[in-house]
């Protein structure tokens, strides 16, 4: 079984600080991504990363960055958080493409 | 570009009836599409997907889509309904290139009522 963990479920944070959001992946798989998901707006793309130190933006990068030092660890960051970033975030990864995306549970993030 | 439109944000229905969650998308180049479940408080899982092949596409829990071409469309369907099937269902094509990314729909929210 495919198994993608998120370091939390809930997260409740301040305006202005720094967020870390963490995704471990076992698969080995080469692909990682970082979602946000808001009623009526779907999965939007933040970043993705094809392999150790690469990255790319997606379709709403501001106000995020990611890191990957190791292939099963990637880690989106808030640098100042903001209210408008409250919002449920999902990592996914997969192996190839085109192929399945295989999802973690999610961070529930409310920046008050 | 390429893009993915559910047509219906809700869909209310009875259980043991047929249901049919629309997916439209726009796509200039060769398509792969996915149709994605979420049950509250859960990340998302794979229903079903298409690559190539065979243009009617079986997935879990007895859902199936058809890609139409023509009509660029990927409509999901389910003979008969269950509670256990109320969840979000999000439609997605592959995005350009070989990078694995997907671009979603909004979702649709089935509602299966008793």
């Known amino acids: 079984d495919v198994k993608v963990t998120q370091s939390s479920r809930y997260l409740v944070k301040r305006t202005g600080e720094k967020v870390f959001l963490e995704c471990v992946q076992d698969m080995d798989h080469e692909n990682m991504f970082w979602y946000r998901q808001d009623p009526g707006l779907g999965l939007r793309l933040i970043y993705f990363?094809?392999?150790?130190?690469?990255?790319e933006k997606g379709d709403i990068p501001e106000g995020y960055s990611v890191s990957r030092e190791k292939k099963e660890r990637f880690s989106l960051i808030l640098e100042s958080a903001s209210t408008n970033q409250t919002s449920m975030y999902l990592c996914a990864i997969s192996d190839r493409a085109p192929d399945t995306q295989y999802f973690g549970p999610g961070t529930r993030l409310t920046v008050l | 570009a390429q893009s993915v439109t559910q047509l219906d944000s809700q869909v209310p229905v009875f259980e043991e009836a047929p249901v049919e969650l629309r997916c439209n998308y726009s796509s200039s180049v060769s398509v792969y599409l996915f149709w994605y479940v979420q049950y509250p408080n859960q990340g998302l899982q794979l229903l079903l997907k298409?690559?190539?092949?065979?243009?009617l596409v079986k997935g879990i829990n007895g859902f199936e889509a058809e890609f139409n071409k023509s009509q660029t469309s990927f409509h999901l369907r389910k003979p008969s309904v269950h509670i256990s099937d109320t969840a979000e269902y999000f439609c997605a094509v592959s995005g350009s290139g070989n990078t694995g990314k997907l671009i979603f729909g909004q979702g649709t929210t089935l509602q299966v009522k008793p």
């Open positions: 990363s094809y392999d150790v130190k690469m990255k």
């Open positions: 298409y690559l190539s092949g065979s243009t």
